[in-house]
């Protein structure tokens, strides 16, 4: 069992130097502060079954409590939780900036993983369990870097909201929605945030280092298939089977190929990708050029096209009965802009029999990145990385950052992490053997505390 050990102080301008000096009390709770949140399992199986988030929201409020600050709890239902508190910066005239992060996490199955998904065990200089990536190493940054600076005095140029959230991996529905509809005022002067899934490397080689920053995210359709049919006896031959008309417009939906369609986040992307590898893009073979990606190819390929993935079946009850119904899950992704060719598409495949209905729907977001802000990102990141290079891009899936953006905040993706080459990152995200370097960790915290100060 091994921990890295914080960054030794250095000189003014280098990495580890004068931040490393300023955090070095946070990047020796960072680890323990994420191991802990990891330990308190807030697993989320949506349609609200799960533990909840109160025990989370709870030591949240105990660590921003202990420095000083006044959190509030808010519980949309029993056990359903959020953490908010706001930190006054030196000129709170000025507008005000969210981090926002979740504390529920997926399920996780412990006979799969190599260390118990809840148990935060710190092995080969990694914390590991569910949530270290998705993300509880986010809220444990925040936590060090906010406790940090409390304990010294040091405000931040602006007000800074944080927002620890319920729900957020069932569509935030009892946490961000829930407070975004019920408690605007929570968030009152704040135009801009940050959150998760971006902000971290992807090193192309020792003297180049890409840190993804998420602009834009894809909407979503998750929806309920349902055929009705002539329900009869199995030994029976039935030209009207549910099951088999299903089945058909499933399979047909799960083996599409969606055309590509060029978003100008990815535009951008991909111009940048080309010029940082030195390639020539070929428009017409962009699976290539994604695949130099490794395994963040994952995470990036699915923002050319809108997807539509099947994900459940369900129908009967007995194995000589022939269901009048069946039904099917599927998870609908749409690129910004393209949500009608998105619906228009999934009715022509799925055809006439097929009803569809959502379950959970949410929009598709795209800012630039530009600015101030996106201005913080970059230097603060190379002030600890001078190979980092910072680059925007879409998320496939979707975060919190959907309901604070009904408040007018233009929201980013940043959670910045400096990764080793061989970790499988995308990969971690809902996975088995989620874990998160601690000298990451650290890397993050000294990242987070030059971004307060210059945003």
């Given at each position: 069992?091994?921990?890295?050990?914080?960054?030794?102080?250095?000189?003014?301008?280098?990495?580890?130097?004068?931040?490393?000096?300023?955090?070095?009390?946070?990047?020796?709770?960072?680890?323990?502060?994420?191991?802990?949140?990891?330990?308190?399992?807030?697993?989320?199986?949506?349609?609200n079954?799960?533990?909840?988030?109160?025990?989370?929201?709870?030591?949240?409020?105990?660590?921003?409590?202990?420095?000083?600050?006044?959190?509030?709890?808010f519980?949309?239902?029993?056990?359903?939780?959020?953490?908010?508190?706001?930190?006054?910066?030196?000129?709170?005239?000025?507008?005000?900036?969210?981090?926002?992060?979740?504390?529920?996490?997926?399920?996780?199955?412990?006979?799969?993983?190599?260390?118990?998904?809840f148990?935060?065990?710190?092995?080969?200089?990694?914390?590991?369990?569910?949530?270290?990536?998705?993300?509880k190493?986010?809220?444990?940054?925040?936590?060090?870097?906010?406790?940090?600076?409390?304990?010294?005095?040091?405000?931040?140029?602006?007000?800074?909201?944080?927002?620890?959230?319920?729900?957020?991996?069932?569509?935030?529905?009892?946490?961000?929605?829930?407070?975004?509809?019920?408690?605007?005022?929570?968030?009152?002067?704040?135009?801009?945030?940050?959150?998760?899934?971006?902000?971290?490397?992807?090193?192309?080689?020792?003297?180049?280092?890409?840190?993804?920053?998420?602009?834009?995210?894809?909407?979503?359709?998750?929806?309920?298939?349902?055929v009705?049919?002539t329900?009869?006896?199995?030994?029976?031959?039935?030209?009207?089977?549910?099951?088999?008309?299903?089945?058909e417009?499933?399979?047909?939906?799960?083996?599409?190929?969606?055309?590509v369609?060029?978003?100008?986040?990815?535009?951008?992307?991909?111009?940048?990708?080309?010029?940082?590898?030195?390639v020539?893009?070929?428009?017409?073979?962009?699976?290539?050029?994604?695949?130099?990606?490794?395994?963040?190819?994952?995470?990036?390929?699915?923002?050319?096209?809108?997807?539509?993935?099947?994900?459940?079946?369900?129908?009967?009850?007995?194995?000589?009965?022939?269901?009048?119904?069946?039904?099917?899950?599927?998870?609908?992704?749409?690129?910004?802009?393209?949500?009608?060719?998105?619906?228009?598409?999934?009715?022509r495949?799925?055809?006439?029999r097929?009803?569809?209905?959502?379950?959970?729907?949410?929009?598709?977001?795209?800012?630039?990145?530009?600015?101030?802000?996106?201005?913080?990102?970059?230097?603060?990141?190379?002030?600890?990385?001078?190979?980092a290079?910072t680059?925007?891009?879409?998320?496939?899936a979707?975060?919190?950052?959907?309901?604070?953006?009904?408040?007018g905040?233009?929201?980013?993706?940043?959670?910045?992490?400096k990764?080793?080459?061989?970790?499988?990152?995308?990969?971690?995200?809902?996975?088995?053997?989620?874990?998160?370097?601690?000298?990451?960790?650290?890397?993050?915290?000294?990242?987070?505390?030059?971004?307060?100060?210059?945003?």
């Amino acid at each position: 069992m091994s921990q890295s050990s914080p960054a030794a102080g250095g000189e003014h301008g280098v990495p580890g130097g004068e931040s490393g000096r300023r955090t070095a009390a946070a990047e020796r709770e960072v680890a323990d502060l994420c191991r802990d949140l990891i330990r308190i399992d807030t697993s989320n199986y949506g349609q609200n079954e799960g533990p909840g988030e109160r025990a989370a929201a709870e030591y949240v409020a105990e660590q921003l409590s202990e420095v000083g600050l006044e959190p509030q709890i808010f519980e949309s239902r029993p056990g359903r939780a959020s953490t908010v508190a706001r930190i006054e910066g030196e000129d709170p005239s000025r507008p005000a900036l969210l981090i926002h992060g979740h504390t529920d996490v997926v399920p996780a199955n412990a006979e799969d993983w190599t260390h118990h998904p809840f148990s935060g065990e710190i092995v080969d200089g990694c914390v590991w369990g569910r949530g270290a990536v998705d993300m509880k190493d986010m809220d444990a940054m925040t936590l060090a870097v906010v406790r940090e600076r409390m304990r010294s005095g040091r405000k931040p140029p602006r007000d800074v909201v944080l927002a620890f959230l319920a729900d957020e991996e069932a569509g935030g529905v009892y946490g961000a929605r829930h407070l975004v509809d019920n408690h605007p005022g929570l968030f009152e002067g704040v135009t801009e945030a940050i959150g998760e899934v971006g902000g971290f490397s992807l090193t192309v080689d020792e003297d180049l280092r890409l840190y993804l920053v998420e602009t834009a995210q894809k909407g979503m359709h998750w929806m309920r298939l349902t055929v009705d049919g002539t329900a009869g006896h199995g030994s029976m031959t039935n030209e009207d089977n549910a099951i088999t008309e299903l089945c058909e417009a499933v399979a047909r939906l799960g083996r599409h190929k969606w055309p590509v369609r060029m978003t100008k986040t990815v535009e951008r992307f991909l111009d940048e990708l080309s010029d940082a590898l030195g390639v020539e893009l070929d428009p017409d073979n962009l699976d290539a050029t994604i695949a130099k990606l490794g395994s963040v190819a994952k995470l990036v390929g699915a923002a050319l096209q809108n997807t539509a993935s099947p994900t459940q079946l369900g129908a009967g009850y007995k194995v000589n009965v022939i269901p009048g119904q069946a039904t099917a899950h599927v998870d609908g992704r749409f690129l910004p802009g393209y949500e009608d060719e998105f619906l228009a598409e999934l009715d022509r495949l799925l055809g006439p029999r097929v009803r569809r209905e959502d379950v959970h729907a949410d929009r598709a977001l795209e800012t630039g990145f530009d600015g101030a802000l996106a201005e913080a990102m970059r230097s603060s990141l190379r002030a600890e990385d001078p190979a980092a290079r910072t680059i925007p891009y879409m998320l496939a899936a979707g975060t919190d950052a959907k309901s604070f953006h009904d408040l007018g905040i233009r929201c980013f993706g940043f959670a910045p992490l400096k990764l080793p080459p061989e970790l499988d990152f995308a990969g971690m995200f809902h996975g088995v053997d989620e874990r998160v370097p601690v000298d990451a960790l650290q890397f993050g915290v000294r990242v987070l505390d030059r971004f307060l100060d210059a945003s």
